[in-house]
């Protein structure tokens, strides 16, 4: 049996495997080591088995060395306690019908109402409820990435909508009815302080944490997701939109930015503008993932301090014009000031740094655009513009913009091809707004 999984080593003449990942260098000092090894056993087996926990502690200790913080303990769910409970009273074996009697008497009386209900009715076992669902997803979707906080508090603000619009507490998962779903879908809309895009998001968050639960808990199967199909009306969302910068409005935000924000965010600007980046993509780069040398471009793929958004987002993006100068002098800057860090813009390629980077942006944006509408994300939607006028196909788009799946880049043989002909695409459609 072979074993074909990412970070498996046999050492020379051993019979055991293990897991062995290199922590990157720039993380070394917070981990305190340079690889992380971890037990997968002696048998292809063996190792299959332990292999989801041994990558799961792995991408936890990198996240915990990127944000530097403990996790915040989070109440026990009633059936995680009654699972508890069970597995304790297991654990005291078979006893007698007076000594379980007596045992009993005595966990009443001193206030273990848990173990006493696994004791005395083992069979009343509590069904799953939305807190077991989220832990449930959190567990398994969301510990770990590199935006765990951020993910963590939409989740939490998720369930408090639901709790809230309910009035009941925490529901059971098969209580929830179609019904339910659409008084949280218009207690959210209803909710001053929250667009129909927001809600929209909120609801998609929903639909996964209950499609999850239900996928992966025993007790739920065969129950529906009363959240699927449940859409914010579509002129609603349509509202929300956000739009690309008019000429007028790109020239005097740029020469805001340029005039006033930090150097690192005045390159960082420049290259969204003519690559059509996410600012998460940007911000997020490495050294290694910039290459100015012939046909210069971002080789975007994923780290461990920063994921992308889906299949199609691993890419090469052009640089050209102006965007390949900032990413020239990015480089040229990091090179002056530290040979050894890895990170392009160091002071947001980490948790939150994306969202730090687009709130000082959008001040600046906002001192010359007061459209709402306009944002930086903009940006991108800009250069999609650009790339529509310039009668460039979809299917170079989306190899420019990373918005496919990534399929469409069989289209155009090996990586060499697909960047040439994204690099020809851009130039024409930046020549083509002059």
């Not at 990586?415 to 930046?430: C, G, I, M, S, V």
Request: charged letters at 30%.
């Amino acid at each position: 049996m072979d074993i074909n999984l990412p970070y498996v080593h046999q050492p020379s003449g051993k019979t055991h495997y293990r897991y062995r990942r290199k922590v990157p260098n720039f993380l070394r000092p917070a981990l305190g080591k340079a690889w992380i090894i971890l037990p997968l056993g002696k048998t292809p087996a063996e190792v299959v088995r332990h292999y989801d926990h041994a990558h799961k502690q792995a991408e936890t200790e990198l996240k915990a060395a990127m944000k530097g913080q403990p996790k915040k303990a989070q109440p026990k769910t009633e059936l995680e306690r009654y699972q508890w409970a069970t597995r304790k009273v297991a654990e005291w074996g078979p006893m007698s019908p007076d000594a379980a009697d007596a045992l009993a008497d005595h966990l009443e009386e001193t206030g273990q109402g848990d173990l006493y209900r696994a004791l005395v009715v083992p069979d009343r076992k509590p069904a799953p409820t939305l807190a077991d669902a989220v832990k449930l997803y959190l567990q398994d979707r969301v510990e770990g990435t590199p935006d765990e906080t951020k993910k963590r508090q939409r989740v939490d603000r998720v369930q408090a909508h639901v709790e809230k619009a309910l009035s009941r507490g925490d529901p059971q998962i098969r209580s929830l009815t179609r019904t339910d779903a659409r008084e949280v879908r218009d207690h959210m809309l209803a909710d001053g302080d929250m667009s129909p895009a927001t809600v929209h998001r909120y609801l998609n968050d929903l639909r996964a944490i209950v499609t999850h639960a239900i996928k992966e808990t025993d007790d739920l199967r065969g129950a529906t997701n009363p959240f699927n199909g449940l859409e914010v009306k579509k002129q609603t969302l349509a509202k929300e939109d956000r739009k690309p910068f008019s000429e007028a409005q790109l020239k005097a935000a740029r020469a805001r930015v340029l005039g006033h924000a930090s150097v690192d965010l005045q390159r960082i600007w420049r290259m969204l503008e003519q690559t059509g980046c996410r600012l998460a993509e940007v911000t997020g780069l490495m050294v290694e993932d910039v290459h100015v040398d012939g046909l210069a471009y971002l080789d975007l793929k994923v780290h461990p301090h920063r994921r992308l958004k889906n299949a199609g987002s691993v890419r090469r993006v052009p640089l050209v014009g102006d965007a390949l100068k900032a990413a020239q002098e990015a480089l040229g800057a990091v090179t002056a000031t530290d040979v050894a860090q890895p990170l392009l813009f160091k002071d947001y390629a980490r948790e939150g740094g994306a969202t730090a980077a687009s709130a000082t942006l959008m001040k600046h944006v906002r001192k010359m655009v007061a459209d709402r509408k306009v944002t930086v994300h903009s940006l991108r939607h800009t250069i999609k513009d650009k790339l529509i006028k310039a009668d460039v196909s979809e299917n170079v788009q989306n190899m420019i913009l990373g918005q496919s799946s990534g399929a469409v880049s069989e289209a155009y043989g090996g990586p060499e091809a697909r960047l040439e002909a994204a690099t020809r695409a851009l130039r024409k459609a930046l020549a083509f707004s002059h």
